[in-house]
């Protein structure tokens, strides 16, 4: 790769292809670098390459993924380049005795393109996110009890209002949280009721509160007029 002056930051071979058929690489990409670097790999043994810009953790594979989801159309990032030599321990080549294998291998150009701007392809940083904590959603396996099929929707709505009612405003996690057992859709449901009614608000951290309350947010005002 340095040898066809593409800037590397990193390259990783990846466990799951044997730390041999996949590629992940992490380039400094100029214009028409990404194809450069998916075309070079692919003269290798390398059969699939991912290219992403270096702002990426190759060593993370959410974040390859989502550069994957965010920065690649298929029908223009996505290069398959057929009849190229191919290592024998590939199970699903078509092997013919005496001949040499070929295969057909595939690049992924996920770097950011160039004709676009940069600040469309930043993370989005969500308020309060490091404050939340949403362990008991995702790793209590024996939350969702039997109740949760006969839980009183409009019951446990107004037990939602009571709540806030005698509370500071709380995150929707926090809501959940109070009662997961009852299942979350049932909670989303009964929130709804609340918001048919007129009666949720949010506070200016984007807490749940009741409307009439002392911390409701002020709504935007449009600096246009009818």
């Known amino acids: 790769l340095r040898e066809a002056?593409?800037?590397?930051?990193?390259?990783?071979?990846?466990?799951?292809?044997?730390?041999?058929f996949h590629a992940i690489i992490s380039i400094e990409a100029k214009p028409g670098d990404g194809n450069i670097a998916l075309m070079t790999a692919l003269t290798t043994h390398i059969k699939h390459a991912v290219v992403v810009d270096d702002d990426v953790d190759i060593q993370n594979?959410?974040?390859?993924?989502?550069?994957?989801?965010?920065?690649?159309?298929a029908d223009k990032d996505v290069v398959i380049v057929r009849n190229l030599s191919a290592k024998p321990l590939d199970p699903s080549l078509d092997v013919v005795t005496g001949t040499l294998p070929t295969t057909a291998?595939?690049?992924?150009?996920?770097?950011?393109?160039?004709?676009?701007?940069?600040?469309?392809?930043?993370?989005?940083?969500?308020?309060?996110?490091?404050?939340?904590?949403?362990?008991?959603?995702?790793?209590d396996d024996t939350a969702m009890s039997e109740t949760a099929e006969e839980a009183d929707i409009t019951q446990l709505a107004n037990d939602i209002e009571?709540?806030?009612?005698?509370?500071d405003p709380l995150y929707y996690s926090e809501i959940v949280k109070q009662y997961w057992t009852l299942g979350l859709q049932n909670v989303g449901q009964a929130l709804s009721i609340l918001h048919g009614k007129g009666v949720l608000w949010k506070d200016h951290l984007g807490r749940?509160?009741?409307?009439?309350?002392?911390?409701?947010?002020?709504?935007?005002?449009s600096k246009f007029t009818s």
């Open 61 to 73: 594979p959410m974040e390859v993924e989502w550069a994957i989801a965010t920065r690649v159309q």
């Open 162 to 167: 009571q709540l806030l009612s005698g509370n």
């Open 5 to 20: 002056r593409i800037k590397v930051k990193d390259v990783k071979c990846t466990p799951g292809a044997s730390g041999f």
């Open 105 to 139: 291998k595939m690049g992924i150009d996920a770097t950011m393109p160039a004709h676009l701007p940069r600040e469309r392809f930043a993370r989005i940083k969500y308020l309060m996110e490091d404050e939340l904590d949403v362990s008991h959603i995702l790793n």
């Open 208 to 221: 749940l509160c009741l409307r009439d309350s002392a911390h409701a947010a002020e709504p935007p005002t």
